[in-house]
């Protein structure tokens, strides 16, 4: 409420907003003479005091891996070691699986081998993925080339990339056969939105 003094005494003002039919909305303001005395807080305007804003947004879902190479473990002797890094961004929670094509380094014309000779070298391998869910943790899982297998990120997001290590088994019986070894490791990721 706002008063003026002047010679005609004491004048307050108040904003009113009247609704009826043929007005809508219109506000108009009324002139009235008041007493000195009279209540102010009667003619004061009522403030809305809360205010509530809807906020509302989105993150799209994504889940990708990418690398990969090839790594030559040199002379087949067994215990080889290599270290495979790859790339993993996922903002949700995922599951990661390793599958061996050939179930070891297979022999590239006898898997099977011949005579006393083995033509299939088995490997181990130990995934590691760095995850967040809120706090900071690690992926560990260990997998066999006969094996495969999955892992779960539990209610973790991946935070960055991530790191496969290999190391063969030693050759069993006479040993391996002669020539050329092969395989491939498939690394698949799968969210879970």
Not at 106 to 117: C, D, I, N, R
Request: charged content about 15%; some cysteine.
């Amino acid at each position: 409420m706002q008063t003026t003094s002047g010679a005609w005494g004491r004048m307050s003002w108040r904003l009113k907003t009247a609704l009826g039919a043929g007005l809508g909305a219109a506000s108009m303001i009324a002139m009235t003479a008041a007493p000195a005395a009279a209540n102010s807080s009667a003619d004061s305007i009522e403030v809305g005091r809360t205010l509530d804003v809807a906020v509302t947004g989105h993150l799209t879902a994504r889940c990708q891996i990418e690398g990969g190479a090839d790594i030559d473990f040199g002379e087949l002797n067994g215990g080889e070691r290599a270290v495979a890094l790859f790339d993993l961004d996922c903002n949700v929670p995922f599951d990661i699986g390793v599958v061996s094509t050939r179930g070891g380094l297979a022999h590239v014309t006898k898997p099977q081998g011949e005579g006393p000779y083995a033509g299939v070298l088995p490997y181990d391998v130990l995934l590691t993925v760095p995850t967040r869910a809120p706090q900071p943790s690690i992926l560990r899982a260990a997998f066999t080339s006969q094996g495969g297998g999955r892992a779960s990120s539990g209610d973790g997001i991946a935070v960055g990339g991530g790191k496969i290590e290999f190391r063969t088994h030693r050759p069993s019986g006479a040993g391996l056969l002669a020539g050329e070894y092969t395989e491939t490791l498939t690394v698949t990721v799968s969210p879970r939105v």
